[in-house]
C-alpha cells in the first residue's frame, strides 16, 4: 500500500488547530491524483490518500498510521470501490481500540460504491464479471472499463482531467492481487460486519458494483445508504458527493 500526504501539517499542535483529517482510501489503479483537487490548504483539511493495494500494511505500520492520525480533533475516512475493502482490512480494529472518553476513532466514514466483500455475487462484484473483467483489462487495457465506470462521455471527461498515471502492468499486477487477497480474506459467508461504517454511498447508475448489490448488504450491515439515481461508479463527477466529503 502507498500512502501520501497531499495537504499536511508538521506538527501534533498544528493537527489540532485544523478542522481535521480526510483520509481517502482509493479503488483499484487509484492513486492520489484522483483526489488532489477536492481539498484546497485554506478549507482546514488535511488529507491523506491511501491507494496501490498489492501488498497491504503490517500491523506495526497500521499502528503507526492510526498515531499520526490522533492529534486531529475531527478524523474522516471515505473509501471508494476497492478502498471499502482496503479500508476495513487497514482499520477496522480501530474503533474497538478506543476508550468510552475518546469515543469513536471515526467522526465518519463513509463508504462509496463498495462493501467489504467486494468479489460477491450477493454484496459486490459477482464472480463471473470480475473474472472477465480481469481477461479484458489483461488483454485489451483499461478502455471499455474506464467506459462502464463512467458512464457517460462528460464523466469520462472528468475522470481524465485527474486520472491516475500508475502503468497498465502495475494496476493489472494490482487487480490480480487483490483478487487472491479478498478471497483469501472470505470468512465462509458470515455476512455484513457492524459498527464500523456510519454512511454508504449508492449510485443508481453503477455499472460495476450493481446497486442492488450494495443497497444489500448495506441495508443488512445496519448502515444509512445515501442514494445518487444519477451517479455511475466514478463518484466525481457529483458536486454534491465532492461537497459533502469536507462540508
Known amino acids: 500500500m502507498q500512502a501520501v500526504w497531499i495537504i499536511r501539517t508538521s ?7 485544523r478542522r481535521g483529517v480526510l483520509v481517502f482510501a482509493a479503488g483499484w489503479a487509484g492513486s492520489d491524483e484522483l483526489v ?3 481539498v484546497r490548504p485554506n478549507d482546514g483539511w488535511d488529507l491523506l490518500c491511501l491507494f496501490d493495494y498489492r501488498t497491504q500494511p503490517s500491523e506495526t505500520e497500521k499502528e503507526e498510521l492510526i498515531n499520526l492520525l490522533r492529534p486531529y480533533r475531527q478524523r474522516r475516512l471515505a473509501a471508494w470501490s476497492f478502498g471499502v475493502w482496503a479500508a476495513e482490512r487497514i482499520f477496522g480494529g480501530v474503533s474497538a481500540a478506543t476508550t ?10 463513509l463508504a462509496i460504491g463498495g462493501t467489504p466483500a467486494p468479489i460477491d455475487d450477493l454484496y459486490g462484484i459477482p464472480r463471473r464479471a470480475f473474472d472477465v473483467t480481469v481477461r479484458s483489462i489483461g488483454g485489451t487495457g483499461t478502455g471499455k472499463f474506464l467506459e462502464r465506470m463512467c458512464g457517460t462521455p462528460d464523466v469520462l471527461r472528468e475522470y481524465y482531467r485527474h486520472r491516475s498515471t500508475r502503468p497498465l502492468e502495475e494496476i493489472y499486477d494490482e487487480l490480480v492481487a487483490l483478487r487472491r487477497q479478498a478471497e483469501a480474506a472470505e470468512t465462509g459467508g458470515g455476512g455484513p460486519a457492524k459498527g464500523f461504517w456510519t454512511e454508504a454511498i449508492v449510485g443508481g447508475r453503477d455499472a460495476i458494483f450493481p446497486p442492488a448489490n450494495l443497497e444489500r448488504y448495506w441495508s443488512e ?18 458536486p454534491a458527493l465532492c461537497a459533502r466529503m469536507i462540508r
Not at 506538527?11 to 488547530?17: I, K, L, V, W, Y
Not at 468510552?100 to 466514514?109: I, K
Open 11 to 17: 506538527t501534533a499542535d498544528e493537527q489540532a488547530g
Open 36 to 38: 488532489r483537487h477536492l
Open 100 to 109: 468510552e472518553e475518546e469515543g469513536r476513532f471515526w467522526d465518519e466514514a
Open 221 to 238: 450491515a445496519g448502515v444509512t445508504v445515501v442514494r445518487y439515481p444519477e451517479m455511475p461508479h466514478y463518484p466525481f463527477g457529483e
